[in-house]
């Protein structure tokens, strides 16, 4: 049947006589009835005058039904649904011709207008929009219910018949269709572990700086971990690692390398002081001396700063996350990783701090696998144009360490003077310890040709006969082509630094963790760090030895080349024998087995001996084959 709202309201179907008998009549008050008066404005309507327009606001004010914020909507916000269906669910059931009837009202009786000569008086012409909105407001409540309209709800004995919340849960006595469990039950995929390449930064080692504020005057600043960070993000690395923010190392860890003393000088803030021993601080805090800097602020020395607030907590914050990224990737929770940390560690040795370092966080890195992780076979390469004196010095006593270093040395003349190459380690360390000490100033400087050289001849086979659990690399990137003179001067390329990456991942399984330490050049030390990052993350992607790679028959063999006097006696330690007439010698252990004869032939004892002595050609590049003429 046709809904009355639609219909036109005059007189139609029974007479008022008839629907006496089941409406009560209600007196209605005689206003003039327009001509026309629609049911509601529409948007699109003008606005027009009414008349009796006193009366209309006196109604208004009466029944809570024509107020805007009361009103129930409009017809098209009905559900589809609800309008032209019969049986139970319809409304057209409910509808009388010519008769619009209103629902129960809290305020009063319920309200009846028959059309006649009266007219529709406006509380009676939206009664049929309020019958409407409570019609669909029931519909709500049973959909909710998830109960067929016909059906009363299902209600537990004892209990309130409220209305279940989507959220909610079920109740045990509702009556639900059956359904298959199985098929509705979505698949549960557990967390798989994402082993990929780690990435450590926080911002916390950026406030380490001196109190004069211009980076200018030092090369170690935060701009230096600012830039290879952002280099990352813009290669698209950092998103295809796993990004760590890190942590910071407590004190009891530092102390597993530092002294007490040390780790109480650089290690606390006026801060944090307050919770420690005062007696024993005041002591400590009285010896402690620093030095005037030129620019103004203060420092430990004459390079490396000091912030009272901020140092130690960047300090602490590098030696703890390198420590945390360690154990993540010696656990094999992450594939490998790359620490952009700072301030450096490896010549901040148990008891000074010295070149821009407080804290040696590879080798606090290192003595934590040994104490905590349960490693025995740690090597540590360190790369660095400058000696680690203090990871040398940690570690030089300690057979279950191996610390290979290539740095400048120059006869002891360039900082830190140490890492001469008959410094192989001392009691049951003997051995241990392996310095490839380039000399000869810069005269020319060495480069892709000398470093790819020593790690196919001297780090690479060491380093696969002890068989580490784990390598940690002192990553520093000051031997790159871009530094002067006074702090590095050397010509190593990006390309060799992510080519010897991906050596060292042949070794512990892939397990390596490389950590930011020198390298001031922000382009240089950029384009080293993507490189390394680079093979960490996609070492098929690194390039093999190139022509470009080999050593010029002029660079060959200089006689001031390395000192690799390593003529032990030791069963475990390591030696070269030394040839005569070619140079040749070989690799050989203390139980007289041979270790690849031949390969060591540019490697002998720092002695003037006549350039006839070595082969005139003899390609030491990665590839093994010979240099082309010229």
Excluded at 383 to 412: A, C, K, M
Excluded at 431 to 452: H, I, K, Q, S, T
Excluded at 563 to 575: K, M, T
């Amino acid at each position: 049947c046709p809904c009355p709202c639609r219909a036109p309201l005059e007189p139609e179907g029974p007479s008022p006589a008839m629907l006496s008998t089941f409406l009560s009549p209600v007196a209605s008050a005689s206003l003039d009835p327009p001509e026309h008066f629609p049911l509601r404005k529409t948007a699109s309507e003008p606005n027009l005058k009414v008349r009796c327009k006193p009366r209309k606001c006196l109604d208004r004010r009466k029944n809570p039904l024509t107020r805007k914020e009361s009103a129930p909507p409009s017809l098209k916000r009905r559900p589809p649904e609800a309008i032209g269906e019969e049986g139970p669910g319809s409304l057209c059931h409910l509808c009388v011709p010519g008769v619009a009837v209103s629902p129960p009202c809290a305020r009063g009786p319920c309200v009846t207008s028959v059309s006649g000569d009266a007219g529709p008086a406006p509380d009676a012409v939206l009664c049929p929009q309020a019958l409407l909105w409570d019609s669909f407001q029931r519909v709500q409540q049973q959909l909710l219910k998830r109960q067929p309209l016909a059906d009363p709800p299902v209600v537990p004995p004892g209990h309130r018949p409220l209305s279940r919340a989507q959220s909610s849960p079920a109740t045990a006595s509702a009556s639900l269709p059956a359904q298959d469990t199985k098929a509705l039950a979505l698949p549960v995929q557990e967390p798989q572990p994402h082993f990929t390449t780690g990435l450590v930064y926080d911002s916390v080692m950026l406030k380490h700086q001196c109190s004069c504020g211009d980076n200018s005057n030092h090369p170690e600043h935060a701009g230096r971990i600012q830039s290879i960070w952002s280099r990352l993000q813009e290669r698209g690395l950092r998103s295809r690692c796993e990004c760590l923010r890190g942590r910071k190392a407590t004190l009891e860890e530092l102390q597993c390398v530092h002294s007490e003393r040390h780790v109480l000088l650089y290690g606390t803030n006026p801060l944090n002081r307050l919770k420690l021993d005062n007696g024993k601080l005041a002591g400590i805090l009285s010896q402690r001396t620093f030095v005037m800097l030129p620019c103004g602020g203060v420092g430990v020395d004459s390079d490396t700063i000091w912030n009272e607030l901020h140092s130690s907590n960047a300090a602490r914050w590098a030696a703890g996350s390198v420590t945390e990224l360690a154990f993540k990737v010696a656990t094999r929770e992450l594939k490998n990783g790359f620490a952009v940390v700072r301030p450096p560690g490896h010549h901040a040795d148990p008891s000074t701090a010295m070149g821009f370092c407080f804290f040696n966080s590879v080798a606090i890195a290192a003595r934590q696998l040994q104490q905590k992780g349960k490693l025995s076979k740690i090597l540590i390469v360190d790369w660095d144009v400058h000696h680690g004196n203090g990871t040398q010095q940690i570690f030089y006593r300690d057979p279950e360490v191996l610390y290979i270093s290539l740095h400048r040395h120059d006869d002891g003349n360039f900082f830190p003077g140490s890492g001469a190459a008959d410094e192989v380690g001392a009691g049951p360390g003997e051995g241990f310890n392996v310095n490839v000490a380039w000399a000869g100033g810069l005269d020319p400087p060495m480069g892709d040709p000398e470093y790819l050289a020593a790690f196919r001849t001297v780090v690479m086979p060491i380093a696969q006969e002890f068989c580490p659990d784990v390598v940690l690399v002192s990553a520093g990137f000051d031997a790159a082509e871009g530094h002067p003179p006074p702090l590095g001067g050397y010509k190593v390329s990006a390309k060799c630094f992510g080519y010897m990456t991906k050596q060292l991942m042949s070794l512990a399984g892939g397990a390596v963790v490389l950590a930011l330490e020198g390298g001031h050049d922000l382009t240089a030390i950029c384009d080293a760090s993507e490189a390394c990052v680079s093979a960490l993350d996609a070492p098929g992607n690194v390039p093999t030895a190139e022509a470009g790679w080999k050593t010029p028959k002029s660079r060959l063999f200089p006689q001031n080349w390395s000192v690799l006097p390593w003529e032990r006696s030791r069963s475990q330690g390591w030696w070269m024998e030394q040839g005569i007439g070619n140079g040749s010698g070989s690799w050989a252990r203390g139980d007289g087995s041979p270790r690849d004869p031949g390969t060591l032939s540019a490697y002998s004892r720092f002695i003037p001996s006549p350039p006839a002595l070595f082969p005139p050609h003899r390609d030491l590049s990665l590839s093994g084959e010979e240099p082309g003429e010229g």
